[in-house]
Nanobody
Framework: QVQLVESGGGLVQAGGSLRLSCAAS????????MGWFRQAPGKEREFVAA????????KYADSVKGRFTISRDNARNTVYLEMNSLKPEDTAVYYC???????????????????WGQGTQVTVSS
């Protein structure tokens, strides 16, 4: 089993930046694809970004491309989401997820992920 814990969320003004972290523990010997999803009140959970173990394949949702950057530090079992030029529309609970079967491509489908963190709230004010 793998435990994922997100941190770094909070309140930020529009145009500002935040960096989210996701620390993994447990069966971290597997080369998981890691992803970030978000869920706003009353909306479905949606894909944000994903990265393979090597960092060789990265995918972003169109809504965040050019503003968000996903990265990982496998030595620290941590994945990051750097969020810049934040908009009120980015307000959501952000979830870290792991795909144990992922390999050479970054998974973008929610149903393919096996492990989830508890989420961290990001609120962007006007």
């Amino acid at each position: 089993q793998v435990q994922l814990v997100e941190s770094g969320g909070g309140l930020v003004q529009a145009g500002g930046s935040l960096r989210l972290s996701c620390a993994a523990s447990g069966r971290t010997d597997r080369r998981y694809v890691m992803g970030w999803f978000r869920q706003a009140p009353g909306k479905e959970r949606e894909f944000v970004a994903a990265i393979t173990w090597s960092g060789g394949n990265i995918k972003y949702a169109d809504s965040v491309k050019g503003r968000f950057t996903i990265s990982r530090d496998n030595a620290r079992n941590t994945v990051y989401l750097e969020m810049n030029s934040l908009k009120p529309e980015d307000t959501a609970v952000y979830y870290c997820a792991g795909d144990r079967n992922g390999a050479s491509i970054a998974t973008t489908t929610l149903g393919e992920y096996d492990y989830w963190g508890q989420g961290t709230q990001v609120t962007v004010s006007s």
